[in-house]
C-alpha cells in the first residue's frame, strides 16, 4: 500500500485524529509493507511466462526484475487471424481450485475468467498460475495449463493449453482448434517441433505429458491409442492399451507410469506401465465425465507437488445437476483413498494444488502492521472502529431520510390495514432507555396464509403464558379460561391477516390472565415453517397417503399434484413423510418442543437453565433462585431438553442425577439410581427422551450409553460398566448420544476421538480415529477429530459436531466429508470461545454454538460469527425479570386470590432497589463459579517412563496461570480470585525464591506473585497504562529472574529486550526497530550472551551484552516452511549441547538447531501426531520433549524418536477453583 492511499482510510483517519496514531507511524508502516512485498516477490524468483492466443507469442522474463530473456512466434494456423471474441466462448468452469497438498483436501478458490492473454511463474516454489490475484491469494500450483472454455460454434484455431515438464526444460503449446503440438525448450527459447496430430476443427483438448528424464512425449487425442514421440530424433509410435476412446492423462513423478482416462465406452482410471507399454491397472471411478455428457473439453486431472497423490474430478447429479466429484489416488498403491463432493456451487475450471505464498502471507494493511508492532492497541482500533461505522451508518440515514422526503409515498392498502388496526390495537408503551428500537413489519408482497395458522398462533400465545406462569395459567386446557382465549384467538386471527401482507406482526395483549401479559412477534418465514411442519405432522399422525387438497404454502387447490402449480411449493412424498415421521422413535433434539426461535442455554458457572427468546431476553430460567433462595438447586447442570409436556429433562453432572422439571420448577421424574449397583451413574453428561417416554443417559464417567424407562429400568446399554476401551461394544468417555428416527444410535465417543452410527449394537458408520487406535488417534486433518463433545444427525443425512479438542465445528455429509468447518478460537476477539460442547441449526439457517460460559452464532454462509454473549450478559435481565414478574398465582375454580402489584411507590422502591438485587445476584453467581472440577485430561501412551512434573500453564484464553503436574491436577490456579486480575497473559517463569514471574501483557506490567498467598510481592509497569523507557512496559511478552537478582523482559511494545534492578534502574538493553520487531521471549545464557526470540521478525538471535548479534536463525522479516526460515515463533531455548530448541509458532512445529544453523531434529505438528501453535518447547533431563501448544491449553511429550508418551489438555467443560497454596518445589515454567 501506497503511503497516501494508507492516509484515505477512514480508521487510520480517526486513529490519527484521536491522537493514538502519527501520520510518521503510518508513513513508516506503509514503507514497510512495500518492502516486505518486493521481499516475497524476491522469495518467488524465476521466471514469468506470457502467451497470447491473439499474437500467437511466448514470452518469457526474469521474474520479479522484468528483463526479457526470449520472444517466440508460434506458427499460426489459418483462421487465427481473427481475435478472440470471448462472446464466441462459454468457460467450463468458475475458479482455480486449490488443494492441501498433504490431504488433498479443498483449501481455496481463485475466481476465474477467460482472457486471451495468460501466465504462469516458474520458481522453485513450483509452476504456479499468474495474475492481478496473486497478491491475495495461495499459489495454484500445477503442470497443465487449459484454457477450460468450449466455443458455441466450431474453431479451426486455439484455444492454446501449456504444458511443462516437471524439471522445468521442456514445455508444449496444444492448439486444440488446429490439431497441433509445439514443442519449446525453455532454457533457450526454441522452437524444437510442430506435430501435427488431428484434423482442425475439434473442441476436445490434445492431452500431453513431458519425460524429459527418458525424453518421451505422450499425448492422448480422444481416440484409442497412445502417442508416443522420441524427443531425440522424433521418431513416434502408439499404444494402444484397447480399452476405448482416451482422455485426460498425467506422468508419474518418477515417468514408470501413465495414469489414462477412458472416456467411452467404459469410463475408467487406466494405469499404464511405461516399461512394459502394457496396462497394469484399471481403477474404477465413481460418477459420471464431465468431457462425455457435456460440453466440457477436458476431465480435470493434477498430480501433488510431491508425486504421491493424483486427483481427478467427475460429476454426480445429487444434491444438484453437475456436482462436481474429486477423487483422490494413492500414486504409489495406485488406490483410490479417499473421495469427496463439492457442493458450494462452485466449478473447477483447473484442479490446482496449494503453495504458500510468501506476497500474500506479506500482504498486511498497514493497521495490521501497526498492531502487530504494538504501535497500537487492538481495543483502541475497536473504538476507533465503531465510531467510523457510527458515522457512516448516521451519513447513510441521512442520505435515506432525504430521498424518502424527496419522494413521498401513499400505500393505500397499508393506510387501510393500519386504520382498521387501530381500532383493535393495545396501547404501547414508552420504550425503556438503551433498549432496542421496537421491531416495525414492512410491507411485502402479498401472500394467502392458511386458516391452520390461527391454531398455531394461539398455541404459542399459549405457550408463553403458561411458561411465563411456571406451568399455572393454561390457555388450552383450562375450560374456565375461555373469555380469555376468545380474546386471544382473535389476536391470533388478526396477526394472519397481518402477515399476508407484511414481513411480521406483533401481538401485544395486556393483563391475558391476570397480570400476566403478551408481547410477541411472529415472521413470515416462522410461519412457513410452522405450516409446513403441520402440514406434514398432519399428514403422518392421520396415516395419509394422498396429495392434501391444498397447498400449505399458499392454499390454492393442488389437485393431486406434489407440486403447486401457483406457487411452485413442494409436498414431500409420502415415503418421505413416513420416514420422517417416526417421531416415537428418535429422541428429542436441542430445539424440538420450543417456541419457534427459542432455545435452552446451559449456565454450568450460574448453576441455571435459561429459555431464551428470539430477542434474546430471558423468558424461563430454572434452578436456584438467586433471590429467594428457593427452588430447585441444580450443582453442575450439563444438559436441558424440553419434552413434548413442556417439562424440562435436566442432567446433573456433579449430582449425578437425571431429573423432569415441571415449568414451576417442580421435580416431576427422577432416574432411580438405588435399584442396582448397576443404576449408579459416575458424571452424566447428556439426557434425552423420545414418544415412547424412554430416555436415553449418557455416563460418561462408566464409559456407557444406557436407555431407561420411566419405571427406571435399564432397556439398553452400549458399552460397559466402568471399563473403557476402544474395540466394540466399548467406548472412552461418551460426551453425546442421539436416537435416529430409523432406530440407529449416534454416539459422540469422546475418549476415542470419534462419531459412532450403531445399528443392532454393530457400527454402521464411524469419523474419525480410522483406525481405533486406543492411544492416540486424534488429528484435525479430514477423516480424525480430538476429544468430540456433541454430534447431531440432521434431516438431510449431515452431520453436525463439536471438536472440541481442535476448538472447531463442523458439518459433514454421508460420505463423511466437511462441508464447513469453523474454528472457534478465531475470529474477533469478543466471539471466541475455547469450550465448545454443544451445536444445533436455528431455523434460519445459523448455527447455535454453546460453551461452557458464553454463546456464538454462527452464519455457514458468510463464514463468520454473527453474534455471541457471556452467560453473565443475561445476569441483569434476571434481576429485572424478577422485579417485574412479582405476580399473583391464578387458582383453578376460578377464585383469584389478591395478588401482589408494584404499585406506584414500589415502583420507585424497586428502581432503587435495582442494583442492590443484582448486587445480591452477582455476589452469589461468584460463589458459584468458585465450584468447579480441579484435574486436567490427561492420557498415557503405553507404559512411558516419565519423570516428576510441576508445570505452570498460562491459560491465555482465560486470563490465568495454572500449576499442574503429571496426574492433571490443578491445585493452584492465579488470575480467578478477587484482585487477580489478568489480561492476556502470554508467560510466566519461577524462581528459586519460590514466587511466580509472570507476564501481564495486556495490562503493560510484569508481576512477581506469592504463590503461597496469593499476593502481588513486586511489579513494574503501571497497570493499563503503556509507557516506554523507564516510565514502564508495553504489552511485555517474556520475563526472567536472573541469578544476580536483576529481571529480564522482553517489552514487545517498545521493540526492546532489557536487564532491571529489583530498584527500578535499567542496567542493559538491546533495543531499536532497526533491531528487534516483537520480541516474545528472552533468556541469559550462562555465556552471558541473551537469546531473544524476535516474534514479527521470524527470527532468533544470540546478542552478547556489547549489542553484537554473535548467532541467529530464521530469515530476519521473511517466514518459510523448509530448514532455514521460521514463522511467529513464539520461545526458544539453549539445550546443553550447544544447540537450541525453538517453538515455531505458525508452522506448527518444534525444531532443533545446531550453532551451525542446521536442524537436527524436527516434531512436526502437521505428520503423524497432529498438534498446532506451539508456544513454549522444554528438553526433560532423560531426552523427552514437552510441548505447550494450542493456545497454552495442551501439552505433549514425546521421545527422540517422535512417539508420543504423554499428553495433557485443560478441561473443557469444569468451571474454575479459586488459588491454592502450591507445591514447595519449584516446577517447571
Known amino acids: 500500500m501506497a503511503p497516501q492511499e494508507a492516509f484515505q482510510d477512514p480508521l487510520l483517519q480517526e486513529l490519527i485524529r484521536r491522537e493514538l496514531l502519527t501520520q510518521e507511524q503510518v508513513q513508516t508502516a506503509a514503507e514497510l509493507i512495500d518492502s516486505n512485498l518486493k521481499a516475497g516477490q524476491q522469495a518467488l524468483a524465476g521466471t514469468r511466462y506470457l502467451w497470447d492466443q491473439n499474437a500467437y507469442t511466448f514470452q518469457a522474463y526474469r521474474y520479479p526484475e522484468g528483463q526479457e530473456k526470449f520472444n517466440l512466434q508460434l506458427p499460426k494456423p489459418d483462421g487465427a487471424d481473427k481475435a478472440i471474441n470471448l462472446a464466441d466462448w462459454e468457460s467450463a468452469g468458475t475458479h482455480l481450485t486449490l488443494f492441501n497438498p498433504e490431504s488433498a483436501k479443498k483449501a481455496e478458490d481463485i475466481a476465474w475468467q477467460l482472457s486471451p492473454q495468460l501466465e504462469v511463474i516458474h520458481s522453485r516454489e513450483g509452476t504456479f498460475w499468474n495474475g492481478p490475484f496473486l497478491q491475495d491469494n495461495n499459489l495454484a500450483l500445477g503442470h497443465s495449463f487449459f484454457w477450460n472454455a468450449f466455443p458455441k460454434q466450431s474453431m479451426n484455431a486455439r484455444p492454446l493449453d501449456f504444458f511443462m515438464g516437471y524439471q522445468g526444460v521442456l514445455a508444449a503449446f496444444a492448439d486444440r482448434g488446429a490439431g497441433q503440438v509445439h514443442l519449446i525448450n525453455l532454457e533457450t527459447g526454441e522452437l524444437l517441433k510442430t506435430v501435427s496430430l488431428r484434423n482442425p476443427g475439434s473442441s476436445k483438448t490434445l492431452n500431453l505429458c513431458l519425460a524429459e528424464k527418458s525424453k518421451r512425449l505422450y499425448l492422448t487425442d480422444n481416440s484409442t491409442s497412445i502417442t508416443v514421440i522420441n524427443l531425440e530424433d522424433y521418431s513416434s509410435h502408439k499404444i494402444s492399451p484397447a480399452v476405448g476412446l482416451l482422455g485426460n492423462c498425467v506422468l508419474s513423478k518418477d515417468e514408470g507410469f501413465l495414469f489414462v482416462l477412458a472416456t467411452k465406452p467404459n469410463p475408467g482410471l487406466k494405469v499404464i506401465d511405461l516399461k512394459t507399454e502394457q496396462m497394469s491397472k484399471d481403477i474404477a471411478i465413481k460418477g459420471d465425465l464431465f468431457s462425455t455428457n457435456s460440453d466440457s473439453p477436458v476431465d480435470l486431472m493434477a498430480l501433488s507437488p510431491d508425486g504421491e497423490q493424483l486427483l481427478f474430478m467427475t460429476y454426480l447429479n445429487d444434491p444438484d445437476p453437475f456436482t462436481p466429484i474429486i477423487s483422490v489416488i494413492d500414486v504409489l498403491r495406485q488406490k483410490t483413498t479417499q473421495r469427496f463432493s463439492i457442493k458450494d456451487g462452485t466449478r473447477p475450471a483447473a484442479l490446482s494444488f496449494l503453495g504458500i505464498n510468501p506476497i500474500a502471507a506479506k500482504n498486511q494493511t498497514v493497521l495490521e502492521v501497526l498492531i502487530g508492532q504494538g504501535t497500537v492497541s487492538d481495543e483502541a482500533v475497536r473504538d476507533a472502529r465503531v465510531a467510523v461505522r457510527q458515522k457512516a451508518l448516521e451519513d447513510s440515514l441521512r442520505q435515506q431520510e432525504a430521498q424518502q422526503a424527496a419522494v413521498p409515498t401513499i400505500d393505500l392498502d397499508q393506510r387501510a390495514f393500519e386504520e382498521a388496526q387501530k381500532k383493535e390495537e393495545e396501547p404501547e408503551e414508552a420504550p ?13 408482497p402479498q ?23 411456571k406451568g399455572e395459567v393454561d390457555l388450552l386446557g383450562d375450560p374456565e379460561l375461555t373469555e380469555n382465549l376468545v380474546r386471544v384467538k382473535s389476536a391470533a386471527t388478526r396477526a394472519r391477516n397481518e402477515l399476508e401482507w407484511y414481513t411480521g406482526a406483533i401481538i401485544k395483549l395486556k393483563n391475558v390472565v391476570g397480570d400476566y401479559h403478551l408481547d410477541i412477534v411472529i415472521l413470515r418465514e416462522q410461519m412457513e415453517e410452522m405450516l409446513h411442519k403441520y402440514e406434514r405432522d398432519s399428514l403422518v399422525k392421520a396415516g395419509l397417503k394422498t396429495v392434501p387438497s391444498n397447498c400449505p404454502n399458499c392454499s390454492k387447490p393442488l389437485f393431486g399434484s406434489y407440486i403447486c402449480s401457483y406457487c411452485g411449493y413442494e409436498i414431500e412424498r409420502p415415503e418421505e413423510l413416513l420416514k420422517r415421521g417416526i417421531i416415537s422413535i428418535a429422541s428429542a433434539r436441542p430445539l424440538d418442543n420450543l417456541t419457534q426461535g427459542h432455545f435452552l442455554m446451559i449456565d454450568m458457572e450460574g448453576k441455571r437453565i435459561l429459555e431464551v427468546d428470539e430477542n434474546k431476553n430471558i423468558f424461563w430460567s430454572m434452578g436456584k433462585d438467586m433471590l429467594m433462595e428457593a427452588s430447585i438447586e441444580l450443582a453442575f447442570p450439563r444438559d436441558a431438553v424440553r419434552l413434548p409436556t413442556r417439562n424440562t429433562l435436566v442432567t446433573d453432572y456433579s449430582l449425578n442425577r437425571i431429573m423432569e422439571i415441571t415449568p ?7 432416574f432411580n439410581q438405588g435399584k442396582s449397583a448397576d443404576h449408579k451413574l459416575k458424571n452424566p453428561v447428556r439426557a434425552t427422551a423420545n414418544g415412547l417416554n424412554q430416555v436415553l443417559i449418557v455416563d460418561q464417567g462408566n464409559h456407557r450409553v444406557i436407555e431407561v424407562d420411566k419405571d427406571s429400568d435399564i432397556r439398553m446399554q452400549y458399552g460397559q460398566l466402568g471399563e473403557a476401551g476402544v474395540k466394540l461394544g466399548l467406548l472412552n468417555t461418551p460426551s453425546d448420544v442421539q436416537r435416529l428416527a430409523n432406530g440407529n444410535l449416534l454416539i459422540t465417543d469422546t475418549g476415542n476421538h470419534r462419531i459412532l452410527e450403531l445399528e443392532n449394537m454393530e457400527i454402521v458408520w464411524q469419523y474419525g480415529n480410522p483406525e481405533n487406535k486406543e492411544s492416540g488417534g486424534y488429528g484435525v486433518e479430514p477423516g480424525y477429530l480430538s476429544y468430540p463433545q456433541s454430534a447431531l444427525r440432521q434431516d ?34 469478543e466471539y471466541q470461545m475455547d469450550s465448545p460442547f454443544r451445536a444445533t441449526y436455528f431455523w434460519n439457517g445459523l448455527v447455535s454454538i454453546l460453551g461452557e460460559s458464553s454463546m456464538i452464532e454462527y452464519d455457514p454462509g458468510e463464514k463468520k460469527v454473527v453474534w455471541g454473549c457471556l452467560m453473565s450478559d443475561f445476569e441483569r435481565a434476571k434481576a429485572v425479570l424478577q422485579v417485574e414478574q412479582t405476580t399473583k398465582r391464578f387458582v383453578k375454580h376460578g377464585v383469584r386470590n389478591p395478588y401482589m402489584r408494584v404499585a406506584d411507590k414500589a415502583e420507585e422502591e424497586a428502581a432503587a432497589k435495582a442494583d442492590a438485587v443484582q448486587a445480591l445476584i452477582s455476589k452469589r453467581m461468584s460463589n458459584v463459579r468458585t465450584a468447579a472440577s480441579n484435574k486436567a485430561h490427561v492420557s498415557l501412551f503405553g507404559k512411558p517412563e516419565l519423570e516428576p512434573l510441576k508445570f505452570y500453564l498460562v491459560d491465555r484464553t482465560k486470563n490465568r496461570v495454572i500449576l499442574t503436574d503429571r496426574e492433571g491436577r490443578m491445585d493452584w490456579r492465579y488470575g480467578e480470585g478477587e484482585g487477580q486480575t489478568l489480561q492476556k497473559p502470554n508467560s510466566c517463569n519461577p524462581t528459586a525464591a519460590g514466587t511466580l514471574l509472570l507476564a501481564d501483557t495486556d495490562q503493560h506490567r510484569v508481576l512477581e506473585v506469592d504463590t503461597k498467598t496469593g499476593e502481588i510481592v513486586w511489579q513494574f509497569g503501571e497497570t493499563g497504562k503503556p509507557r516506554d523507557k523507564q516510565a514502564g512496559l508495553n504489552r511485555p511478552r517474556g520475563v526472567q529472574r536472573l541469578d544476580n537478582g536483576n529481571t529480564l523482559i522482553a517489552d514487545q511494545g517498545n521493540t526492546r529486550v532489557f536487564e532491571l534492578t529489583p530498584g527500578g534502574e535499567i542496567v542493559w538493553s538491546y533495543e531499536g526497530v532497526d533491531r528487534l520487531t516483537g520480541p516474545y521471549h528472552a533468556s541469559k545464557l550462562e555465556n552471558g550472551n541473551v537469546l531473544i526470540t524476535d516474534w514479527a521478525a521470524h527470527q532468533v538471535i544470540e546478542v552478547s551484552p556489547a549489542g553484537e548479534v554473535v548467532w541467529h536463525f530464521g530469515v530476519r522479516k521473511i517466514t518459510g516452511e523448509d530448514a532455514t526460515h521460521l514463522s511467529y515463533p513464539e520461545s526458544a531455548n539453549r539445550l546443553s549441547n550447544g544447540n537450541t530448541l525453538i517453538a515455531d509458532t505458525r508452522n506448527d512445529r518444534v525444531i532443533e538447531i545446531s550453532p551451525e544453523g542446521e536442524m537436527v531434529w524436527e516434531f512436526s505438528g502437521r505428520k503423524e501426531i497432529k498438534y498446532g501453535s506451539p508456544a513454549y518447547a522444554e528438553r526433560m533431563a532423560n531426552g523427552n520433549t514437552l510441548v505447550v501448544h494450542s493456545h497454552n491449553r495442551q501439552m505433549i511429550e514425546v521421545s527422540p524418536e517422535l512417539k508420543a508418551l504423554w499428553k495433557l489438555m485443560l478441561p473443557f467443560d469444569r468451571p474454575a477453583v479459586a488459588a491454592k497454596p502450591a507445591a514447595t518445589e519449584t516446577p517447571a515454567p
Open 447 to 469: 401472500m394467502n396464509i392458511s386458516p391452520a395458522a390461527d391454531e398455531l398462533i394461539t398455541k404459542v400465545c399459549s405457550d408463553t403464558i403458561f411458561m411465563q406462569s
Open 664 to 670: 414451576s420448577g417442580r421435580l416431576f421424574w427422577e
Open 796 to 829: 438431510n443425512g449431515h452431520t453436525l459436531v463439536v471438536d472440541a479438542g481442535n476448538l472447531r465445528i463442523l458439518e459433514l455429509d454421508a460420505e463423511g466429508q466437511i462441508l464447513w468447518e469453523h474454528f472457534t478460537h478465531t475470529g474477533p476477539e
Open 432 to 444: 425503556q432507555e438503551g433498549a432496542p428500537p421496537p421491531f416495525k413489519p414492512e410491507k411485502a
